[in-house]
C-alpha cells in the first residue's frame, strides 16, 4: 500500500453513540520496506495472509453499523496484523510471546520463521503500533465525553479447525465465541451479545478466545469502558481459509447490529 496511506481509521457514528466497532486483523495490506523483513517468499506470505487474517470482518462491521438504529463508530486497521499487531501488549505481559507472536510476529501461524528471531521490534511498535493506540485512547475518550461511557466491540473471526499457534485451542470453537474481562465485561453486555447472536448457532465464552482490547490508558482502572470481544468462526460466513464470504455474512452483521442496538 502507498505509504501514504493511513494505518488506521476511525469512521464516525452519531454523537450520541457510546458503541466503538474496532475492527484490528481485516487487511491483509503490508508496506513494501516492511514486506522486506519477512523471510517468505510471495507465495508462503499469501497463504500465512489467507490464515491469520479475520477476513471480511470489516465489511461485517460496516454492514452492521449500516443497519444500526443508532450509528456506532469504527476503528479499522488498515495494515495486516503481520506489520504489527496492535491488540497484544507492548511488553512481557504478552503471553503470545511464546510463540514468537508479540506486538512484532516473529513466527507464522504454523510455528515457521515469519521474521528473524533477534529482530528488534520497537522500529515497528514506534512507527505503528504506538499511533495506534493513541488513536485508539482518543476515539474512547471521545465517546466517554460525548456519553458518559464507551463501549468497545472487538469484530474479530477465528478458523473452524486450530491453528498451532493457538495456546487454547483445544477448547470449544463455536460459531460465535465472546471474549469478556473481569473488569470490563459486565454481565448484561455478555447477556445482550447472546441474544443478538442467538440466531447464529451456539454462542460460546473464552473458547478458543478469551479476553477483549480496552485501551492501555483506561484497562482495569475505569469501569465506564465496558468491552467485549466478538469471534465468528469463519466457516459460518466465508470459504476457509482466505476465501470469499457467504450468505452468513449478512446474517452476522444483522446479528451484531441488533447488538449495537442493544447498548
Not at 458503541?19 to 514486506?35: C, E, G, K, N, T
Not at 504489527?84 to 516473529?106: H, I, K, S
Amino acid at each position: 500500500m502507498p505509504e501514504s496511506a493511513p494505518s488506521f481509521e476511525l469512521l464516525p457514528g452519531a454523537a450520541e453513540s457510546p458503541v466503538l466497532l474496532h475492527v484490528p486483523h481485516s487487511a491483509r495490506a503490508i508496506p513494501q520496506d516492511v514486506r522486506e523483513g519477512i523471510l517468505l517468499d510471495d507465495a508462503a506470505l499469501g497463504l500465512e495472509l489467507d490464515h491469520i487474517t479475520d477476513a471480511h470482518t470489516a465489511l461485517i462491521a460496516e454492514r452492521a453499523a449500516g443497519l444500526a438504529g443508532v450509528t456506532p463508530w469504527r476503528f479499522v486497521n488498515r495494515l495486516s496484523r503481520l506489520v504489527v499487531d496492535p491488540e497484544r501488549f507492548p511488553d512481557e505481559r504478552e503471553e503470545m510471546l511464546a510463540v514468537g507472536m508479540g506486538a512484532v510476529y516473529t513466527r507464522t501461524a504454523h510455528r515457521g520463521e515469519l521474521r528473524a528471531a533477534d529482530t528488534d521490534p520497537e522500529p515497528l511498535v514506534e512507527r505503528y503500533f504506538r499511533p495506534y493506540a493513541r488513536a485508539m485512547t482518543e476515539a474512547v475518550a471521545g465517546r466517554l465525553a460525548a456519553t458518559g461511557r464507551a463501549v468497545v466491540i472487538d469484530v474479530h473471526s477465528y478458523p473452524s479447525e486450530a491453528l498451532p499457534y493457538e495456546l487454547h485451542g483445544t477448547g470449544p470453537r463455536p460459531p460465535v465465541c465472546l471474549g469478556t474481562d473481569a473488569f470490563h465485561t459486565p454481565a448484561e453486555l455478555r447477556e445482550a451479545a447472546r441474544k443478538a447472536f442467538a440466531g447464529c448457532g451456539e454462542t460460546g465464552l473464552d473458547s478458543p478466545f478469551s479476553g477483549t482490547y480496552v485501551p492501555l490508558e483506561y484497562y482495569g482502572r475505569d469501569r465506564r469502558v465496558s468491552a467485549l470481544m466478538v469471534e465468528i468462526r469463519r466457516d459460518t460466513y466465508m470459504t476457509e481459509p482466505g476465501g470469499p464470504a457467504g450468505p452468513g455474512l449478512e446474517r452476522l452483521a444483522g446479528a451484531l447490529a441488533a447488538l449495537v442496538n442493544a447498548l
